[in-house]
């Protein structure tokens, strides 16, 4: 009898894990099927970004290609289910930061417009500005050959890093309501912001230039200053 209180807790928590298991299961598997779907499109999605970059591509072993348009499947695949990626990151803290339907609804929202505005951005001005810069430095006696897989690779880390680096007031927000991190702390860290942005920028982008370091670190103080921006909108 002097247990049952404590088993409440424990229950309730072995709900949601049971839960987000079966989320991340239905998850996996529309991945799965949708990676299958878009490789059979991933010839013709290689060559729309090999004109969008100008890039001219080889390969050095035999199963390079094969593993390239894999790799460009699956990155499809995530960037087209994103809003159901959503769905169930936002259903699964839904229970235990005790989120209303109406509030998980607009995180969703939110979620998915800011990774879609990342992208953009990054297809947009980053990826090719980044592309031509690096390539500048190429000469008579340095010729590019760039290969298939290091090209998938680059975009794909490129695009997905500024999709969720845009999540940044996002994750201030949510953090600000559910009350693990107040606004004012934002406010007052700024200078520790910095540092921890220059850190990400430094993991995230492909090369270790100080240009591509600042098209990630800028963006990504912008959306800093932007989530306190909306912290005090919304009075957390």
Same mark, same amino acid.
């Given at each position: 009898m002097?247990?049952?209180?404590?088993?409440?807790?424990?229950?309730?928590?072995?709900?949601?894990?049971n839960?987000?298991?079966?989320?991340?299961?239905?998850?996996?598997?529309a991945?799965?099927?949708?990676?299958?779907?878009?490789?059979?499109?991933?010839?013709?999605?290689?060559?729309?970004?090999?004109?969008?970059?100008?890039?001219?591509?080889?390969?050095?072993?035999?199963?390079?290609?094969?593993?390239?348009? @894999?790799?460009?499947?699956l990155?499809?695949?995530?960037?087209?289910?994103?809003?159901?990626?959503?769905?169930?990151?936002?259903?699964g803290?839904?229970?235990?930061f005790?989120?209303?339907?109406?509030? #998980?609804?607009?995180f969703?929202?939110?979620?998915?417009?800011?990774?879609?505005?990342?992208?953009?951005?990054?297809?947009? @001005?980053?990826?090719?500005?980044?592309?031509?810069?690096?390539?500048?430095?190429?000469?008579?006696?340095?010729?590019?050959?760039?290969?298939v897989?290091?090209f998938?690779?680059?975009?794909?880390?490129?695009?997905l890093?500024?999709?969720?680096?845009?999540?940044?007031?996002?994750?201030? @927000?949510?953090?600000a309501?559910?009350?693990?991190?107040?606004?004012?702390?934002?406010?007052?860290?700024?200078?520790?912001?910095?540092?921890?942005?220059?850190?990400?920028?430094?993991?995230?982008?492909?090369?270790p230039?100080?240009?591509?370091?600042?098209?990630?670190? @800028?963006?990504?103080?912008?959306?800093?200053?932007? #989530?306190?921006?909306?912290?005090?909108?919304?009075?957390?």
């Amino acid at each position: 009898m002097d247990n049952e209180p404590e088993r409440a807790p424990i229950q309730q928590l072995l709900l949601v894990v049971n839960d987000a298991r079966r989320y991340i299961l239905g998850l996996l598997l529309a991945i799965f099927l949708t990676t299958f779907l878009f490789y059979l499109w991933a010839p013709a999605i290689l060559v729309f970004f090999q004109n969008h970059l100008h890039q001219q591509l080889t390969f050095f072993t035999v199963a390079e290609p094969f593993l390239a348009q @894999v790799k460009l499947a699956l990155i499809s695949a995530v960037f087209t289910l994103m809003p159901l990626i959503a769905c169930f990151f936002w259903i699964g803290l839904a229970k235990p930061f005790k989120l209303t339907r109406t509030a #998980g609804f607009w995180f969703i929202i939110a979620t998915c417009l800011l990774f879609y505005a990342g992208t953009w951005f990054c297809y947009s @001005v980053t990826l090719p500005f980044g592309v031509k810069f690096l390539l500048e430095f190429q000469s008579a006696e340095l010729t590019p050959m760039i290969s298939v897989g290091k090209f998938v690779n680059f975009v794909a880390v490129f695009i997905l890093a500024f999709g969720l680096i845009f999540e940044l007031p996002i994750f201030m @927000v949510f953090t600000a309501r559910a009350g693990l991190i107040p606004r004012r702390a934002f406010e007052k860290n700024r200078r520790y912001a910095v540092l921890a942005i220059s850190i990400v920028a430094a993991l995230l982008t492909p090369t270790p230039d100080i240009v591509n370091m600042l098209l990630m670190g @800028v963006p990504l103080y912008l959306l800093y200053e932007l #989530g306190i921006l909306v912290l005090k909108l919304l009075k957390y």
